[in-house]
Every structure is written in structure tokens, then in C-alpha cells.
């Protein structure tokens, strides 16, 4: 499924990578090769690590634990770049928290402990480096450009999935050979949930910032609940509608104090 995926996908990110692509570039070589590392680190490793976890555990699980990614970010932001978190983005981020608890706790169902230990520290993997991967663009893209550094992005991790498969399979399974649905399923994954979701993450980064992205983010969680609840009859309980509501009131009160810091003056005189 990751190599229909990024297949499918593999040539609109060559075509928005190099078709009068205007947007101006300031990278330097070390750029270049953060690029590659940030390229193998999201959307390469990071999805593989959360579909070999889903072997392990149920979905429930799984976005239980990807959905701690925000913390990540914050950590490497503090870290690498000295960027400290306000109190008022923290009280957002452990608001949403208490919104994806209340919505995926009811549904975490252990089963096989050594499964289940075995497939969390994958998703973990998968959360800590998507967090790198979001923590790297908010840093890259103002030197790319969000379509170039999207475009290059992904076409080294469509890249490093195919060579991944041709040397894990031997050349011993043919993708040609599928049913039909598989290719359609394939190629709507490519479209709907990778290509045009990976240009409006980079754009979204861009405005925002990674951090206060990552905030946002928690949304996601969200709208899979509800998807499911629209198109797969998945039952949606009363704790899940209130769940989603606080996790709303997290991102809301997260953007309510973006605003109120944008709108202070820059020096008493101002004031």
C-alpha cells in the first residue's frame, strides 16, 4: 500500500517541483542535505513505523499514540532552537490532550501484551519522527518555498519506499497483477490523503509556524472519527462528541491567544 501510494503520487510531486515554480530559493548546500534527512525522516519513516504498528494494534491505539507528535515538536523547537512555549499554547496543547484521551481511551483494546508493546513503540517511532518532520519544515520551508520543498520532500521519500520494496520483496511480487479496487483505493490514498494534504501541511507550517501548527494538528484525530462515523457506519458515541468539542476549544483558545500576541504593542511608546 506505501508503494501504490507514493507511485501514485510521485508524479505530481515531480511536476509541482519543477513547472513554473516561481517561488524564490535561499537554501544552501547544508540545506540540501537537511532536506534529504527531513525527506527520510517524515514522510518515509515515519509512515513506515505507523503501518508496521498497525499490524500490532488497533487503530484506536495507534492514533491515540501518533497524536502525541505536538509534544515532539515543541521539545525539538525548545532544543534545537531555543523557542520556548507560553503558558497559554501549553494550556492549549494539555486541553486538546484531554480531548484525545476522552475520544480513544474507551477504545483502546489490549489484547497481546507483547503485540501491543511491540506495535506501540512503532506508532511512538512513527509520532517522534513525523514530530522531526514538521519541527524541519517549519524550518526549511522559508528558505525553499512550501511547493519546492514539498515537491522535494516527497519525492525522496517515494523514492526510498520504492527502493525499500524492491529489495524487501526480491522482485518476487508482482504489482501488476493486483485486483482492480487495489489500484483504485491505491491511487484515490495517493490523491486525496497524501498529495494534497502534504502541500496544504507545508503551507499551513508556513503561516503558522511548527509549532502552533502542531496545535492544530490535533484536529486530525478528530475528523478520523468523524470520517468514519460518515462513511465506514462506525458507531460515535457521546464521550467521542464530547471529546471532539474539547479538543475544538483547545485549537480555538490556541488561535484566540495567537491573536491577542499579534495584536500587542511593540513598545510602551506604541501603547
Same mark, same amino acid.
Given at each position: 500500500?506505501?508503494?501504490?501510494?507514493?507511485?501514485?503520487? =510521485?508524479?505530481?510531486?515531480?511536476?509541482?517541483?519543477?513547472?513554473?515554480?516561481?517561488?524564490?530559493?535561499?537554501?544552501?548546500?547544508?540545506?540540501?542535505? @537537511? @532536506?534529504?534527512?527531513?525527506?527520510?525522516?517524515?514522510?518515509?519513516?515515519?509512515?513506515?513505523?505507523?503501518?508496521?504498528?498497525?499490524?500490532?494494534?488497533?487503530? /484506536?491505539?495507534?492514533?491515540?499514540?501518533?497524536?502525541?507528535?505536538?509534544?515532539?515538536?515543541?521539545?525539538? #523547537?525548545?532544543?534545537? @532552537?531555543?523557542?520556548?512555549?507560553?503558558?497559554?499554547?501549553?494550556?492549549?496543547?494539555?486541553?486538546?490532550?484531554?480531548?484525545?484521551?476522552?475520544?480513544?481511551?474507551?477504545?483502546?483494546?489490549? &489484547?497481546?501484551?507483547?503485540?501491543?508493546?511491540?506495535?506501540?513503540?512503532?506508532?511512538? @517511532? $512513527? *509520532?517522534?519522527?513525523?514530530?522531526?518532520?514538521?519541527?524541519? %519544515? &517549519?524550518? =526549511?520551508?522559508?528558505?525553499?518555498?512550501?511547493?519546492?520543498?514539498?515537491?522535494?520532500?516527497?519525492?525522496? $521519500?517515494?523514492?526510498?519506499?520504492?527502493?525499500?520494496?524492491?529489495?524487501? %520483496?526480491?522482485?518476487?511480487?508482482?504489482?501488476?497483477?493486483?485486483?482492480?479496487?487495489?489500484?483504485?483505493?491505491?491511487?484515490?490514498? !495517493? +490523491?486525496?490523503?497524501?498529495?494534497?494534504? /502534504?502541500?496544504?501541511? /507545508?503551507?499551513?507550517?508556513?503561516?503558522?509556524?511548527?509549532?502552533?501548527? %502542531? +496545535?492544530?494538528? %490535533?484536529? &486530525?484525530?478528530? #475528523?478520523?472519527?468523524? =470520517? !468514519?462515523?460518515?462513511?465506514?457506519?462506525?458507531?460515535?458515541?457521546?464521550?467521542?462528541?464530547?471529546?471532539?468539542?474539547?479538543?475544538?476549544?483547545?485549537?480555538?483558545?490556541?488561535?484566540?491567544?495567537?491573536?491577542?500576541?499579534?495584536?500587542?504593542?511593540?513598545?510602551? *511608546?506604541? !501603547?
Amino acid at each position: 500500500m506505501l508503494l501504490l501510494r507514493m507511485v501514485f503520487s =510521485l508524479p505530481f510531486y515531480v511536476f509541482f517541483a519543477f513547472y513554473r515554480n516561481s517561488e524564490k530559493s535561499i537554501a544552501t548546500h547544508k540545506d540540501y542535505g @537537511l @532536506l534529504i534527512l527531513f525527506g527520510f525522516l517524515g514522510y518515509y519513516l515515519a509512515s513506515y513505523f505507523d503501518f508496521k504498528g498497525l499490524i500490532y494494534v488497533k487503530a /484506536s491505539l495507534e492514533r491515540l499514540i501518533l497524536f502525541t507528535y505536538p509534544t515532539f515538536v515543541i521539545l525539538y #523547537s525548545y532544543y534545537f @532552537l531555543n523557542i520556548r512555549i507560553n503558558r497559554n499554547q501549553l494550556w492549549a496543547i494539555l486541553i486538546t490532550y484531554v480531548g484525545i484521551l476522552i475520544v480513544f481511551v474507551p477504545e483502546v483494546d489490549i &489484547g497481546d501484551q507483547i503485540a501491543t508493546i511491540k506495535g506501540t513503540g512503532l506508532i511512538l @517511532l $512513527s *509520532a517522534l519522527t513525523y514530530g522531526a518532520y514538521i519541527f524541519g %519544515s &517549519g524550518w =526549511l520551508i522559508p528558505k525553499f518555498g512550501a511547493r519546492r520543498f514539498t515537491s522535494y520532500v516527497m519525492i525522496i $521519500s517515494s523514492a526510498l519506499i520504492i527502493v525499500q520494496f524492491l529489495v524487501e %520483496s526480491k522482485m518476487q511480487i508482482n504489482v501488476l497483477a493486483l485486483p482492480k479496487g487495489i489500484y483504485i483505493l491505491g491511487f484515490l490514498i !495517493a +490523491i486525496v490523503s497524501t498529495v494534497i494534504p /502534504s502541500f496544504l501541511i /507545508s503551507f499551513a507550517i508556513k503561516e503558522l509556524g511548527a509549532n502552533q501548527f %502542531s +496545535i492544530y494538528g %490535533s484536529v &486530525g484525530p478528530i #475528523s478520523t472519527i468523524s =470520517l !468514519a462515523f460518515v462513511f465506514l457506519g462506525e458507531r460515535m458515541t457521546g464521550w467521542q462528541v464530547f471529546g471532539g468539542l474539547v479538543v475544538i476549544a483547545g485549537v480555538l483558545a490556541a488561535e484566540y491567544y495567537r491573536k491577542q500576541v499579534k495584536t500587542l504593542p511593540e513598545s510602551p *511608546a506604541q !501603547a
